[in-house]
């Protein structure tokens, strides 16, 4: 089947960012207004702030590593430059309700860099995965001897998502097999995702659990900028963000899992008693608003170095 011409695919691409800047406009102007009205005056250090952002962002480059490392166990190679474009400008995608738009974006856009399209969607679809098991597994490591606080059947529940998670994993092969198969019948070609090597699973599963232990690091740095402290031990942070992250992304038609994720984080902020109710509002609101910054602007800057590139190889 032939790619489509540049002049259908340019306005294509067009359409593409517009519908993401709509989607990622309204989140943020949704964001702000929620944030505006809290009402609780910040006492706002910038420093923790900067740090926390800091520290965010090499989390970003980590994950950029341990997505070219599934790459490289698939036998494809993408220099680290060209991976972060197509992962930053690819996690635009997030904002727009479902969220595997994302995951297609990667995929199509590392086609373009003579990825194999296999390779591309299984390290994809792989790394979406690992990231949910492991932030996952981190939760219930963390928060096991405070579930109870939450719901009396929270234990229960723990159990149960423990058994789904590894079954998940076990089935993982024969999931990537069947998406291959699906993928097939939707661009009309055959589509074989192989299944990944031990060795490319275990990587990523290092990468992601450092990835969210850094997360929530950078989270208790975030509220320590925000209301002047962050009483609490460490890991009452990590897995507060973790949580909620996760369970924020499971509702894939939200974007940016926006709504349960900041009530999932100010119910826990509150049961570990690190925040007053207003507090945890205030340090939810603002990290939202704070990480869609931080999310966006990397995909917004590459776009934007595409298009001064463009413009400069135009003939006059």
């Known amino acids: 089947m032939r790619a489509p011409p540049r002049r259908v695919l340019l306005p294509a691409q067009w ?46 480059a980590l994950l950029i590593q341990t997505w070219r490392v599934l790459l490289a166990e698939a036998g494809q190679a993408l220099p680290f430059m060209r991976a972060a474009r197509i992962w930053s400008i690819s996690n635009l995608w997030k904002y727009v309700p479902g969220k595997l738009w994302a995951i297609g974006a990667m995929s199509e856009m590392a086609r373009r860099e003579n ?56 089935a993982l092969p024969f999931t990537l097999r069947r998406l291959g198969a699906f993928a097939g019948q939707v661009r009309g070609r055959d589509v074989q995702i192989p299944a990944p090597p031990p060795r490319a699973i275990a990587v990523a599963t290092i990468g992601n659990a450092v990835a969210w232990v850094g997360y929530g690091i950078a989270f208790m740095w975030f509220a320590r900028g925000v209301i002047g402290a962050a009483p609490g031990a460490t890991w009452q942070y990590v897995a507060v963000y973790t949580a909620s992250y996760v369970v924020g992304y499971l509702f894939l038609f939200l974007p940016g899992g926006i709504g349960p994720r900041e009530g999932v984080m100010v119910a826990l902020l509150t049961a570990l008693h690190l925040n007053t109710s207003k507090q945890a509002w205030l340090i939810a609101g603002a990290s939202r608003v704070w990480l869609t910054i931080l999310e966006i602007m990397p995909g917004l800057l590459f776009l934007a170095s595409d298009v001064m590139r463009r413009r400069s190889n135009k003939p006059d």
């Open 15 to 60: 359409i593409a960012a517009a519908l993401v800047a709509y989607f990622v406009g309204r989140t943020l102007v949704d964001q702000w207004a929620t944030f505006k009205t809290t009402p609780l005056a910040a006492d706002v250090h910038w420093w923790p702030i900067v740090a926390s952002g800091a520290i965010v962002l090499g989390i970003y």
């Open 115 to 170: 990825v194999a399209p296999a390779a591309a969607a299984g390290s994809s679809v792989l790394s979406v995965i690992l990231n949910i098991a492991t932030g996952l597994a981190i939760v219930l490591l963390l928060g096991w001897r405070w579930l109870d606080l939450i719901n009396p059947n929270a234990r229960g529940v723990a159990v149960v998502l423990i058994v789904v998670a590894a079954a998940g994993l076990i």
